[in-house]
């Protein structure tokens, strides 16, 4: 070999080797609204259900708020921050009409299968149902805890009361505010009052309010300044499974509100601003047919069917990806782990990374 071309090569391979471990982000958020359709994020309110009244109470009010004949116009309507904000400096994947596909890999298309499959990038098939039992699979948030450069700088808030098993919080020693549990905080006026309304909600369902959720994350993120931070929203299931179409957008608009209201202090917040990325998403999809659209599982098609939106540092923003492409959410705990420089292996497998388009740094290491 040569020595010009021997000399070549070697800086070659040492600039693959450091652009794998470079980080692209200091600080990641996931958020995560329950069992939200792909079909709404990317058309924003469907006109067989929005004109139904069997789904919606009264759909005067509901189109003035969320139709528009212009499908552009009408999904930002519906999600102002992911079409205003997102789709100009993130990156948008799942809008089926392109053949950019994002789906679950479980066969079982619940939740906590689900979210297993986000947090530990793994497809388990001992986990069926929804059912309140400790996760045996280690998770990303645990993993990232054990890091010296996280440790003690990882929380989990949610809604759903399962999130406890789903993370396991008694073996991973990840702090999880979930369902109606109130946050131990002394001395502190904002969580007594968040404390109070919580104590007084009259009927407690398995799923908090989200706003609720989102205050005593918002909170804590102001106080304490966390670096990996998990929010799981789930009103959007929840009025789904009602069938209560109009309530389902309601509370998808709401979210994107508050996703909005959280980008706007971390880039305002010099801890955060620029050095933070946000990775959106959901568990799992719904029935596509007017008769189905509230359901979803192993037998309704279209449960598989799920999005993906991020935003932030190590994503190019290159707005809605309409290029054919089939990404899973098995890839997503990868792509955290990718996105801070990190490796994601434990004891069981692990989806590759999502490979990011123009971002040469993380082909290298997801290939």
Do not use: C
């Amino acid at each position: 070999m040569k020595p010009a071309f021997l000399l070549i090569t070697l800086v070659t391979i040492s600039l693959l080797a450091s652009a794998q471990i470079i980080p692209q982000t200091e600080n990641i958020f996931i958020i995560t609204t329950d069992g939200f359709r792909w079909q709404e994020v990317f058309a924003g309110a469907d006109s067989t259900l929005i004109n139904n009244t069997e789904f919606v109470e009264d759909t005067s009010i509901a189109k003035q708020l969320y139709w528009n004949e212009n499908m552009q116009e009408r999904r930002r309507m519906l999600l102002p921050f992911f079409w205003n904000v997102i789709a100009q400096k993130g990156q948008l994947y799942g809008n089926r009409n392109f053949g950019n596909k994002s789906n679950v890999a479980n066969l079982y298309k619940i939740s906590y299968p689900g979210y297993n499959e986000i947090f530990t990038g793994y497809t388990d098939p001992g986990i069926i149902i929804n059912y309140p039992k400790q996760n045996p699979n280690t998770n990303i948030l645990e993993y990232l805890n054990k890091q010296e450069q996280y440790h003690g700088k990882v929380v989990a808030f949610s809604s759903w009361y399962v999130f406890p098993y789903i993370l396991n919080e008694e073996r991973s020693g990840l702090p999880v505010n979930s369902g109606y549990e109130n946050m131990q905080v002394e001395n502190d006026s904002a969580y007594q009052l968040i404390n109070k309304v919580q104590d007084n909600v009259a009927v407690k369902n398995h799923t908090r309010y989200d706003l609720l959720t989102y205050l005593n994350a918002k909170e804590y993120i102001e106080q304490h300044h966390p670096k990996i931070v998990f929010i799981g929203l789930g009103e959007t299931d929840e009025f789904a499974h009602e069938g209560h179409y109009d309530k389902y957008l309601q509370r998808a608009n709401a979210v994107d509100k508050m996703i909005s209201d959280l980008w706007y202090f971390v880039q305002t917040n010099s801890f955060y601003k620029n050095k933070t990325t946000f990775i959106i998403t959901t568990d799992h999809g719904r029935g596509k047919k007017t008769f189905n659209w509230s359901n979803h599982s192993l037998f309704t098609n279209g449960s598989a069917q799920t999005w993906l939106a991020m935003i932030g540092p190590g994503i190019e923003p290159l707005g809605e990806i309409k290029e054919e492409q089939q990404i899973y959410q098995k890839q997503i705990a990868g792509t955290i782990a990718l996105l801070l420089g990190q490796k994601f292996e434990t004891e069981h497998k692990v989806g590759k990374p999502i490979p990011l388009p123009q971002s040469p740094a993380l082909h290298l290491v997801s290939k």
